[in-house]
């Protein structure tokens, strides 16, 4: 199994703000992801993000709201943009089990209200 | 939108009694998950069932697919109020290393 740490685990934001979540695994990983997840809602992935490469966005998400980085095959960061009280969610990075396809490990989350 | 739709949205129960959640999906797919998410925390992964498999039994999970009618159900037995929890159906297409997750069923189990 793969441990993850998120970081900061929630915030409370101004609007027209950003924040950038951090997410850490203890091992390395090919493939991160990014989901979204709003109040009482399922989650929706954002993108994937593969070292060395630029991030591969879902449908109805962009860059410039969120900008991903992956330094490393450990470590990735999401940043929410210009935020709105629509942004609101618990945002979860993920990452596939070394030699378990197809098994996905969550970090706890980040909870962000923006007001 | 979702791939997945699960039904019952919501299932309530007495301790001891069988919950049954059914997924439903709409593409081809490299294997299906199910995962449990306890009041809005990251989720934790139950079981995995491959496109070739069409039953799997984890403890008290059973988990079953139907490629032709693209559809999964997942059975706890003898339920316990710990498993009181959302789960989520999840498909991974083939080709694609992502999983879309289905609208999840909440499940309350009543000591």
């Known amino acids: 199994s793969a441990v993850i740490s998120q970081k900061p685990s929630r915030d409370i934001c101004q609007r027209g703000t950003s924040l950038t979540i951090q997410c850490q695994v203890d091992?390395?990983?090919?493939?991160m992801f990014w989901y979204r997840q709003q109040p009482g809602q399922s989650l929706t992935l954002i993108a994937t993000?593969?070292?060395?490469?630029?991030?591969?966005?879902e449908s109805g998400f962009v860059i410039d709201k969120f900008p991903i980085s992956r330094p490393n095959l450990t470590f990735s960061t999401l940043t929410v943009s210009n935020m709105s009280p629509e942004d609101s969610s618990i945002y979860l990075c993920s990452v596939e089990g070394a030699g378990l396809a197809g098994v996905k490990f969550f970090g706890p989350g980040t909870r962000l209200t923006v007001l | 939108s979702q791939q997945g739709e699960e039904d019952p949205q919501a299932l309530s129960i007495q301790e001891g009694e069988n919950a049954t959640m059914n997924c439903s999906y709409k593409?081809?797919?490299?294997?299906l998950q199910w995962y449990r998410q306890n009041s809005g925390r990251g989720l934790v992964h139950l079981i995995l069932i491959r496109s070739n498999e069409r039953e799997k039994h984890s403890g008290r999970l059973r988990v079953t697919l139907d490629t032709s009618k693209k559809s999964s159900s997942l059975l706890i037995t003898a339920s316990r109020a710990a498993d009181t929890a959302s789960y989520f159906c999840?498909?991974?297409?083939?080709?694609?290393?992502?999983?879309?997750f289905g609208d999840g069923t909440t499940l309350t189990v009543k000591p």
């Open positions: 593409t081809s797919i490299n294997n």
């Open positions: 999840a498909t991974d297409e083939k080709g694609a290393g992502k999983s879309t």
């Open positions: 993000a593969n070292q060395g490469s630029e991030a591969t966005y």
């Open positions: 091992s390395q990983v090919t493939m």
